[in-house]
């Protein structure tokens, strides 16, 4: 698998028919199954104040999911040139943005406004209702980036969320036949972000297989397994699970470049969502970081600095 990629050149990245399906587009009740997911994690749960928190977040993002309006996008010439090229269709970094990101953003907050927020996320939500366009732009720039280091803690989920619903529009609008296999194993076809985690699927023609799920659209796409995700290295590949659990979760560790990424086994546990089970097993991470690995990928609602 690994020479195959590597003799595949631009122009002949088209799987042949009955080869592996690569990529599975996010479904429009993404964020809906994730608030019911976070919602029964939170339960018992140390962080279930962040995770009931999150779930009112996704609740509003499937909101403004259904009734975000059309927007105009790449074109079959574009969308052509692209998978020739390898490159993501809708890339993160240079994408030009629409500004109904910004009404999602504005309806999402007005949805959660209405709940019983904690303190702290009630002033946060309505001091991001009246920022301006260029501070928000701003923002989202620096997510995209991937800078969420210095990002405030707070703001953080409200904005990605909002990002999060304007990349999962634009991908199932154009469809699955829109994109085309990247040489860069590790990250997203659809917008080129990194992989939040890894799932191995249960049941279907892809029982077993494992898909990388990218950090800002959800999308799966195919990676074989015991592969580091980072660095595409096949060597030095480590499991690692927390003491008593069942395997569903496990992180995949690469001694080659020091990262790892989580990997939810479905066939253990099919009601798993990368996002929410990711969030509910911080645990795994720390024991990582105790071991000097980081992590290949983000989540956006997780703070490099800690939750919430
Ligand atoms: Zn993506
Ligand atoms: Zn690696």
Redesign the pocket.
């Known amino acids: 698998m690994n020479t195959e990629a590597r003799i595949l050149g631009p122009g002949q990245m088209e799987s042949p028919a009955g080869e592996i399906r690569f990529l599975f587009l996010p479904g429009r009740d993404l964020f809906a199954r994730r608030a019911e997911r976070l919602r029964l994690l939170s339960a018992g749960h140390p962080l279930r104040d962040y995770l009931a928190l999150l779930a009112l977040l996704a609740d509003a993002q499937q909101v403004a999911l259904d009734g975000f309006p059309t927007l105009s996008l790449p074109d079959p010439g574009e969308q052509a040139f692209c998978r020739e090229h390898g490159m993501p269709l809708l890339a993160a970094r240079s994408w030009p943005r629409d500004s109904a990101w910004r009404a999602g953003l504005d309806r999402i907050l007005r949805q959660v406004q209405e709940a019983d927020l904690p303190a702290a996320a009630r002033e946060t939500v309505a001091g991001l209702l009246h920022a301006g366009e260029d501070a928000l732009e701003e923002r989202a720039d620096r997510i995209l980036a991937g800078e969420l280091a210095g990002f405030s803690p707070g703001e953080l989920p409200f904005v990605a969320a909002a990002l999060q619903v304007y990349w999962v529009q634009m991908a199932s609008a154009l469809g699955e036949q829109a994109f085309g296999r990247l040489e860069e194993g590790g990250i997203c076809p659809v917008c080129g972000s990194y992989p939040t985690a890894g799932i191995v699927r249960s049941g279907g023609a892809e029982q077993g297989l494992r898909y990388l799920c990218c950090s800002l659209c959800a999308t799966q796409w195919h990676m074989v397994r015991i592969k580091?995700?980072?660095?595409?290295?096949t060597q030095?590949?480590d499991y690692h699970t927390l003491e008593g659990s069942n395997g569903a979760v496990k992180a995949e560790?690469?001694?080659?470049?020091?990262?790892y990424l989580k990997l939810f086994y479905l066939d253990k546990d099919s009601r798993m969502e990368t996002v929410a089970d990711d969030l509910a097993t911080l645990t795994l991470d720390m024991l990582m970081d105790a071991e000097g690995k980081a992590r290949?990928g983000p989540n956006l609602f997780f703070h490099p600095g800690g939750a919430g």
């Open positions: 580091c995700s980072n660095c595409e290295s030095g590949i560790s690469c001694d080659n470049c020091d990262a290949g």
